[in-house]
């Protein structure tokens, strides 16, 4: 049997091993490579873009100065190690890291050019404009039909617009056929494959423009979890889609754009068939290979 003090001596050498290897891999950061290729900007229309956007948490610094183009009906995954700022990046994308006392940005975050952190943005709007979906899924503790519809009401849809707008969503969230003769029952009793996939719709029944993917299959199964695969990709046609995820496999399959981060900083940004062949930061392949994280 291994003794506790053992136990602790190895996880703290395997502590050290893992930093000594990131400060090793860091080296080759010095030498300033283009993060973002101009051929990029020229070929495709940038929907929501930060510049030099840094993210504390009281004073501890998560995001470095981070600036990146998130492209019109495209795919970005945002991948990296745990705590390397990922889920922080995306928040800060619809203002979600508002409600935290401890946390405070500087830079900018640009949708359609205009800065959303401006004082004059009305932030509800704005979380119209830039839905998200969360890791686990979170319907409402009501019918299926009215966490759908329960947002377009808020925004205004009339009463008689109500089903239509259910209908809709739901076949764009690909749930339909599965739930159009059991709309009253309770959504909780739905498999959570299915609750995620109503979590979808209802992000889509506000008509946003960004749609922003926290890990949403990390809680489902591979059969669930290529559903909604399977959506994320037809929704590009409709929606720009940001996605974080630990599943480089999933990441591979889905993205246009891949970007690594670590450290709190913007590691490395380019087409996924790229970053997966042939990434241009050392870092970046020992992440993807699997030597940490």
Request: net charge negative; aromatic share 8%.
């Amino acid at each position: 049997m291994v003794s506790p003090d053992n136990s602790i001596k190895r996880d703290e050498n395997d502590g050290a091993d893992q930093r000594a290897l990131a400060i090793a891999l860091a080296s080759d950061l010095s030498d300033r490579l283009e993060i973002v290729s101009e051929e990029f900007l020229k070929t495709e229309k940038t929907k929501m873009e930060t510049i030099n956007l840094s993210h504390w948490y009281n004073e501890k610094r998560v995001l470095a100065g981070i600036s990146l183009p998130i492209f019109k009906n495209k795919v970005t995954a945002i991948i990296g190690p745990s705590g390397c700022g990922k889920s922080t990046f995306l928040r800060d994308l619809n203002r979600m890291n508002d409600i935290i006392p401890t946390a405070r940005i500087s830079g900018e975050v640009l949708l359609d050019g205009q800065n959303i952190y401006d004082n004059k943005i009305d932030v509800v709007s704005l979380r119209k404009r830039v839905g998200m979906v969360f890791q686990r899924p979170n319907p409402f503790p009501m019918s299926i039909e009215n966490n759908v519809a329960y947002g377009p009401y808020i925004h205004g849809a009339q009463p008689e617009e109500l089903a239509a707008i259910v209908e809709s969503t739901l076949r764009k969230a690909a749930l339909w056929e599965e739930v159009r003769d059991r709309l009253q029952d309770n959504a909780l009793s739905l498999s959570g494959g299915q609750q995620q996939r109503l979590c979808i719709a209802r992000a889509l029944s506000v008509e946003p423009e960004v749609i922003l993917f926290d890990e949403p299959c990390s809680a489902l199964d591979p059969h669930a979890t290529a559903k909604i695969e399977d959506l994320i990709t037809n929704l590009k046609k409709d929606y720009t889609v940001v996605i974080v995820t630990h599943n480089m496999q999933q990441a591979a399959r889905v993205s246009d754009y891949t970007t690594f981060f670590n450290f709190g900083e913007l590691i490395e940004f380019n087409t996924t068939r790229k970053i997966f062949k042939s990434p241009e930061r050392k870092m970046t392949e020992e992440y993807i290979s699997g030597r940490f994280g």
